[in-house]
């Protein structure tokens, strides 16, 4: 729980681009050192201090781009769900606007646990499927166990049996972590009976007026920090190898499992239930599929030498003009490997370059002009021979 600042310190304004979960969680000072007496409006005030955009895009992007690369790797699946309404997750952690959140510790962000995640599809597999053999094998197979309390489904069973009912179970839940945009917001409650609910039956009649559940007590406001806007990355892998054709099963669950009963808190109200979003997951893909082929064109850039890499990237200029069908023998093209060719009598080109400056100026003048066996480019092609006949 976050502890009091020192009393002359002063709380820091949020800053742009800030951690909001490190601000929310270690600055809050609205209050005595006891924080008893912190008042709805200084509860509300902090969460208006965080309330907005959470995060970084680019770096939630990259961050979800590197989470892909780990599932494909495991041979996992992931899917993206995007919200109904608000969302929750951490409300019972402690804090003195009396519910927490939960935040990611390196994105600044909400996100929900890898164990919430399977707790949600246990959860929706024990409400909808059959009672019986088949159900009690998929939950070992998935979950390492029939049952979630210890032991459960042992009875009568040998001890190297029991032993193998409470197992890691043949899946890996990633945590479910934003692929985009992300907001959050206040919300509030009005509990109209918290007297009850905190002293109910304690010490006092049991009718006693101020601890029965009635319509006359006094609605007190409670703001709460809830997420408003944000699609999330589910992701399952497998852990063994014979679970690696079940992945499909698995996902197709969990969505039933989002779409019907919701993740995080307060799903009972209406709270966490989400969609699946195909057009984002496409759109998605693609982006990774365009950085991951960017990140190979550098890489591959990188390792080339330095004239290597110039003519490399006018072969590329080459290559455009030729799909587009454009043709300018004074063109750009034409323009840079006449700057090629100064600098391959400057820099002193090794055999293997100015034979590569030889082909690019052959395809270049077949495409633009003039012809290689003519006039002027029948002289630009002597210029790069007489460099080749000086570096051997």
């Known amino acids: 729980m976050p502890q009091p ?21 270690r600055f809050f000072n609205y209050s005595d050192p006891t924080f008893k007496e912190v008042g709805v409006k200084n509860k509300g005030d902090c969460i208006d201090q965080v309330s907005g955009a959470a995060g970084s895009d680019h770096e939630i992007e990259r961050f979800s781009a590197r989470q892909i690369q780990l599932i494909n ?54 409400q909808n499927l059959e009672p019986g053999s088949q159900r009690q094998a998929l939950l070992h197979r998935w979950f390492g166990s029939e049952g979630k309390k210890p032991g459960f489904g042992s009875e009568g069973k040998k001890p190297e049996e029991q032993q193998r009912d409470n197992q890691a179970g043949g899946l890996i839940f990633h945590d479910a972590i934003p692929v985009g945009a992300t907001r959050v917001g206040a919300d ?3 509990p109209h009976m918290g007297k009850w609910y905190e002293k109910g039956g304690e010490g006092r009649p049991a009718n006693s007026p101020e601890t029965i559940p009635a319509d006359w007590h006094n609605p007190v406001p409670v703001p709460f920090l809830v997420t408003t806007r944000a699609s ?7 852990r063994t ?57 550098q890489a591959f850039e990188a390792s080339l030498s330095p004239a290597k890499r110039a003519i490399y990237q006018v072969r590329q200029q080459l290559k455009a003009d030729i799909r587009s069908g454009n043709q300018n023998a004074g063109g750009d093209c034409k323009r840079e490997l006449n700057l090629l060719i100064t600098r391959a009598a400057t820099e002193q080109w090794s055999t293997t370059e100015l034979e590569a400056l030889h082909q690019l100026a052959m395809d270049t ?19 790069i021979r007489r460099l080749q006949e000086q570096a051997t």
């Open 5 to 25: 600042l020192y009393k002359n310190a002063e709380c820091p304004k949020p800053a742009a681009n800030f951690h909001k979960g490190l601000w929310f969680e």
């Open 73 to 126: 790797s495991l041979g996992g699946q992931f899917q993206i769900f995007t919200l109904d309404w608000h969302f929750v997750t951490g409300m019972g952690n402690e804090h003195p606007v009396e519910n927490g959140f939960l935040w990611h510790p390196t994105q600044g962000t909400p996100y929900l646990q890898g164990s919430a995640v399977k707790g949600l599809l246990r959860s929706w597999l024990e």
């Open 188 to 190: 509030i409650m009005t």
């Open 232 to 238: 999330f990355l589910f992701a399952v892998s497998p």
């Open 241 to 297: 190898g014979d679970m690696k054709d079940g992945i499909a099963d698995v996902m197709a669950f969990l969505g039933n499992a989002l779409e019907e009963l919701g993740a995080g808190a307060k799903t009972s109200a209406g709270y966490g239930s989400m969609q699946r979003a195909e057009d984002q997951e496409t759109e998605f893909a693609q982006r990774l599929q365009e950085q991951q082929e960017r990140q190979q064109q």
């Open 365 to 383: 003048l077949n495409h633009h002009g003039p012809s290689p066996k003519k006039g002027k480019g029948k002289e630009l092609m002597q210029k």
